[in-house]
């Protein structure tokens, strides 16, 4: 039996998601799918749109064996350190053999040799970082514009985030050495971005706008999500970050007598906190908050994960000690009857010792930075559901048990 696993966010889960794993099963034959998913704040800087536990429910109803959730400190981050976290615990685990992701085009190839001349930041590549980096842009765009000048690749292919993110896994397992073999599966019809309603494709982003937007959603998004996920997702709480204004208001006035301190905060650099406690007391909504900090420097990604950073406490210096530490570890959200085969496997395997987590009352963690991550878990999930009206005592972490999806017999 091949392994293979898939870094998501499955938000929410839709039909490209659907057929990302029926065609690992069509490709590989006797296969386990695992996922690492992200949490309940998510690679861009936004609550996802509904808890995680809700979204491993969809993925283990659709045909995913077993799922792991990404740290916080490493899921609400930018794309070389998500990477470098995704890359790291799937390494660890020993016994993967293949890490399989959607791109535009499909096309391991061209993106392995992309990967291989930006690997090595050559001198000629720093100078051409820092040639767009004095234009004023954001790091992440005076980067891709450096790669896309030394690599002789058209604009067009660095416009697609599947394209960035698959650059930065060759990278990472290339960096960690990794035993893992890299598979592409090219994206039916919608990318990220995009909508095709006569193939019943749309991309995550255009679904959770419908969400956000419509007040019928229910009945519009039906057509782009398979049928086990939907259900799930419209029996769910919605999030969105509007929900998360006043908190994120009341942290950064809190700080207005005191705005050196808020320099803490992950993300937060060259004076920077300066623009988001004044901008906190003169908006009315995230948005509000997002059109007056942004610049040409600053994304509005990491404008958005700097907000999430202050929302939950996460400081940069306890990030810098977690990355420095090289320690990695993660949860069992929850397994299909094969998925547990698997994850008895993995927990044999485990050539890095990393710590797996299955029940957070009866373990005891192996080292000191797992246990910080896990706290910021235990931390995001708790303020995630502060915002609706429910007890923490009924939805923190420290009370979940992985979701165990068992065979319905005829």
Request: hydrophobic share 40%; proline share 2%.
């Amino acid at each position: 039996m091949k392994i293979c696993a898939v870094i998501a966010e499955f938000n929410p889960f839709h039909n490209g998601h659907k057929y990302l794993i029926n065609k690992i099963k069509e490709d590989f034959g006797d296969v386990a799918v695992i996922s690492l998913m992200s949490g309940n704040f998510v690679q861009r800087g936004e609550p996802a749109i509904t808890d995680k536990w809700k979204r491993c429910k969809m993925a283990l109803s659709e045909g995913v064996d077993l799922i792991f959730e990404l740290p916080f400190v490493f899921a609400c981050n930018n794309a070389r350190d998500f990477a470098r976290g995704s890359i790291g615990i799937l390494n660890a685990f020993g016994c993967v053999d293949h890490l399989v992701f959607g791109t535009e085009y499909g096309d391991l190839e061209k993106l392995e040799n992309i990967a291989n001349k930006i690997f090595i930041e050559t001198e000629e590549f720093k100078e051409e970082l820092d040639k767009q980096l004095s234009k004023g842009i954001s790091y992440s765009g005076a980067y891709i514009n450096a790669v896309r000048n030394i690599t002789g690749e058209d604009e067009k292919f660095f416009a697609r985030s599947n394209n960035i993110l698959a650059l930065e896994y060759l990278k990472e397992m290339r960096r960690c050495k990794s035993s893992m073999k890299a598979y592409s599966v090219a994206r039916k019809s919608a990318g990220y971005n995009d909508v095709n309603e006569r193939e019943g494709m749309a991309g995550a982003s255009q679904l959770r706008k419908l969400v956000d937007e419509s007040f019928d959603w229910k009945s519009e998004i039906s057509k782009y999500m398979p049928k086990q996920a939907y259900r799930q997702l419209v029996d769910s709480e919605i999030f969105t970050k509007e929900d998360f204004f006043r908190l994120i208001r009341y942290k950064l006035i809190g700080y207005e007598n005191r705005k050196y301190e808020a320099s803490k905060f992950y993300g937060i650099a060259e004076g920077l906190e300066n623009r988001f406690i004044d901008a906190a007391a003169r908006s009315g909504s995230i948005a509000d908050i997002l059109e007056r900090v942004g610049t040409k420097r600053y994304s509005e990604a990491r404008i958005k994960r700097v907000l999430i950073s202050v929302l939950t406490d996460f400081e940069k210096q306890d990030y810098f000690d977690i990355k420095e530490s090289k320690v990695f570890y993660t949860r069992v959200l929850g397994f299909t009857e094969k998925g547990q085969t698997v994850l008895s496997i993995i927990k044999k395997k485990n050539k890095d010792n990393i710590d797996i987590m299955t029940n957070p009352n009866k373990y005891e963690f192996k080292n000191k930075m797992a246990e910080k991550q896990f706290s910021y878990d235990v931390l995001a999930q708790t303020i995630y559901w502060s915002v609706k009206n429910r007890r923490i005592c009924d939805v923190s972490d420290l009370v979940k048990s992985p979701i165990i999806k068992r065979k319905v017999l005829p």
